[in-house]
């Protein structure tokens, strides 16, 4: 299994500021994900990052506004750039398959709100 | 692009009773996995499934893919009120294999 922690747990931001997010992973993984799950909605998925290339983005998401660093197979970081209300979710780091079973495994989130 | 459906969006039940979720892919899955979110947690993995027709159990829980591949559901028999939570499924496609696309899940309130 994988054991995986986001820095930080929560945060409250001002309208127009930026928030970096830090997934930090127990063992190397080639791929990583990131996803939003906003109030009582589902999860979806914001980009896939690859160690050593550029992060591939979702629909509806550009680089320029969740900035993505992958610099090796155990660490990634999401920024979320000139916040809005509408930006105030959870985000969590996604690492798999892995395993027999195929396991996508999640982080415990990170709790953002935007005032 | 690939969407994937549940129903229904809450479900109140008695404990003691049953509870079961459905999920609908607009495309064939090479595999759906199910996962439990408690209030406040992040999604937990229950179970993989990718045969067709397959069904797997896990004590009061029964998960089924369907013939088709496109359908799940997961029953579970005689609710506790630690199955509280909301249920997702995801599910791949062959041309994504890496990537899940979550259903928008199930919320289930157990009632004592």
């Known amino acids: 299994s994988a054991v995986i922690s986001q820095k930080p747990s929560r945060d409250i931001c001002q309208r127009g500021t930026s928030l970096t997010i830090q997934c930090q992973v127990d063992?190397?993984?080639?791929?990583m994900f990131w996803y939003r799950q906003q109030p009582g909605q589902s999860l979806t998925l914001i980009a896939t990052a690859n160690q050593g290339s550029e992060a591939t983005y979702e629909s509806g998401f550009v680089i320029d506004k969740f900035p993505i660093s992958r610099p090796n197979l155990t660490f990634s970081t999401l920024t979320v750039s000139n916040m809005s209300p509408e930006d105030s979710s959870i985000y969590l780091c996604s690492v798999g398959p892995a395993g027999g079973e195929r396991t996508q495994y999640f982080g415990p989130g990170t709790r953002l709100t935007v005032l | 692009g690939q969407q994937v459906m549940q129903i229904p969006q809450y479900q109140h039940v008695q404990e003691g009773e049953d509870f079961t979720t459905y999920c609908n892919s607009s495309t064939t899955l090479s595999n759906i996995q199910w996962y439990k979110q408690r209030p406040g947690g992040h999604p937990v993995f229950l179970i993989q499934l990718v045969k067709s027709g397959e069904v797997k159990k896990q004590k009061r829980l029964t998960f089924q893919f369907g013939e088709a591949k496109k359908n799940s559901s997961l029953h579970i028999t005689a609710t506790q009120t630690t199955d509280v939570g909301t249920y997702f499924c995801?599910?791949?496609?062959?041309?994504?294999?890496?990537?899940?696309?979550f259903g928008s899940g199930t919320q289930l309130t157990v009632l004592p």
């Open positions: 063992s190397q993984v080639t791929m």
């Open positions: 995801a599910g791949r496609t062959s041309g994504s294999a890496r990537q899940l696309t």
